[in-house]
């Protein structure tokens, strides 16, 4: 018996995700993997390989998984517990183009989703919204398709040890967070000739120690502690299902994501001379003219790891990145996020690197202000920013950039705000020259916020 009830509310814009025993259990999971099969059918294909990450439900919501995917003749493929890079991954190794990971990413333990590849593209959107639509007027396939297990492990590391080579032996730091990326990732980085102090890489879906979401500097404190202790060169950290990556150097400084992404351009467009770089709207401004400096497009695009794959596709793009953290590298790999794999490249580089805490806190960076949230109720988040794309004056501004929310651009700075796709926020972010050009940038989104809702309750 059902102890959940099936909202349309988990059917999020990148994937589905919901509260156990609440809006997700087993008997949701099955359902889902009816749609998905049916899904897989219509796209003349057969077969769906499926992998969970370490949360203590994982084992029953992908065994009931596979049950619904296999009533609508799907054959599945378990590959059992991995990090989500390596589903992605065995959708280009298997007999499979599709596949579905079930998995919580970032969230609290009482969560859990699913991560879904069709024919080797991530869906999103109105394809995901007809998953729902399908479980409503239960339109599915029917058969009986087989189940066997296949361990992709071993084949993921060889593919990664083939590809990168590091210029000597490294002495490095973990930290997972108790996610799914510390059953491999230690493994991985001394198989590359690092010496590895592992920080949490004990997989439990308790999460007793942080949050596996490096995102946020507190859950990045015991790494830049073992740092600054250890003789590690380099620190390494890993969100819940190992798709994201963050770094921080010996003296503790966080290199964020878009900076990451800015070595990481400067590297790939020496194979790629002249190819499109792509990320996303939270991103630096310092990305443009650097990618132009080393012979690269700078690509701005829509947040949301699936939207950047896709676009990615459409433009042939070898390299894009996502302040979240989410790195796609098309160059020498396939184009989908991989922090483990990202973390390998990082590494390739930086033993190369006369000094690696120079070379990485001397990228290009200004005054910013973290991801910045402001509460709405449901849906409003969307209406409000339609009327700040409309309505807002910008004064002074050097540019507005709308493809998703509303980017001011400003000589000496900028400031974003736009509605989250996965809960009723508004999300801001502002990058400045200076403290002053930066309150004077909050000042102008804040006041375009108030105009339109007078009791939004700002974060500065």
């Known amino acids: 018996m059902s102890k959940a009830t099936l909202t349309p509310g988990i059917f999020k814009a990148y994937d589905i995700r919901g509260v156990l025993d609440n809006t997700l259990d087993a008997a949701i999971a099955e359902q889902i993997g009816r749609a998905f099969g049916t899904a897989v059918h219509a796209k003349g294909e057969h077969t769906v390989v499926i992998g969970r990450d370490g949360r203590l439900s994982g084992p029953e919501l992908s065994a009931a998984l596979a049950k619904g995917l296999q009533s609508t003749g799907i054959n599945v493929i378990d590959i059992g517990m991995v990090a989500t890079p390596m589903l992605y991954y065995a959708t280009h190794q298997l007999p499979a183009k599709s596949g579905i990971m079930v998995t919580g990413s970032h969230n609290p333990p009482d969560y859990n989703g699913f991560k879904m590849v069709l024919s080797q593209a991530a869906i999103y959107g109105e394809a995901i919204q007809s998953l729902y639509r399908c479980i409503l ?12 297990q296949h361990t992709i492990r071993d084949d993921y590391l060889e593919r990664i040890l083939s590809d990168v080579k590091l210029a000597r032996p490294m002495k490095i730091a973990i930290d997972c967070g108790n996610g799914v990326a510390g059953s491999i990732a230690g493994d991985l980085y001394r198989a590359l000739g690092c010496e590895v102090t592992e920080l949490y890489c004990e997989v439990d879906g308790n999460f007793p120690n942080h949050h596996p ?45 878009d900076r990451q992404l800015m070595l990481f351009a400067q590297d790939v467009l020496t194979r790629h001379p002249g190819g499109a770089i792509l990320y996303d709207v939270k991103c630096t401004r310092h990305i443009a003219p650097w990618v132009s400096a080393a012979g690269g497009q700078p690509l701005m695009c829509q947040t949301g790891h699936s939207l950047v794959k896709a676009r990615m596709r459409e433009t042939g793009a070898p390299f894009g990145g996502e302040m979240s953290g989410h790195l796609f590298f098309k160059d020498r790999w396939y184009g989908f996020d991989d922090g483990l794999y990202a973390g390998a490249r990082l590494l390739e580089l930086a033993s ?24 709405l109720g449901e849906g409003e988040n969307h209406a409000l920013v339609a009327r700040m794309q409309s309505e807002a004056q910008w004064p002074g501004a050097s540019q507005v950039i709308t493809i ?5 651009e400003y000589p000496d700075g900028f400031g974003l705000c736009r509605a989250s796709n996965t809960t009723p926020v508004l999300v801001l972010r502002f990058e400045a020259e200076n403290d002053a050009a930066l309150a004077r940038i909050q000042r102008a989104i804040g006041d375009a916020i108030t105009r339109i809702k007078p009791d939004a309750q700002l974060p500065f």
Do not use: C
């Open 137 to 148: 007027n239960q339109e599915f396939s029917h058969g009986q398709g087989e189940y066997t």
């Open 213 to 257: 979401d490096p995102a946020h500097l507190e859950n990045l404190q015991d790494l830049i502690d073992v740092l600054a202790e250890g003789d590690a060169e380099i620190g390494l950290a890993f969100d819940g299902d190992g798709d994201r990556l963050g770094v921080v150097t010996k003296d503790g400084q966080v290199i964020f994501p």
């Open 352 to 375: 190369r690197m006369q000094d690696i805490t120079q070379t990485l806190n001397a990228l290009p960076q200004s005054k910013s202000t973290p991801e910045l949230q402001v509460a």
């Open 404 to 408: 998703d929310g509303v980017r001011v």
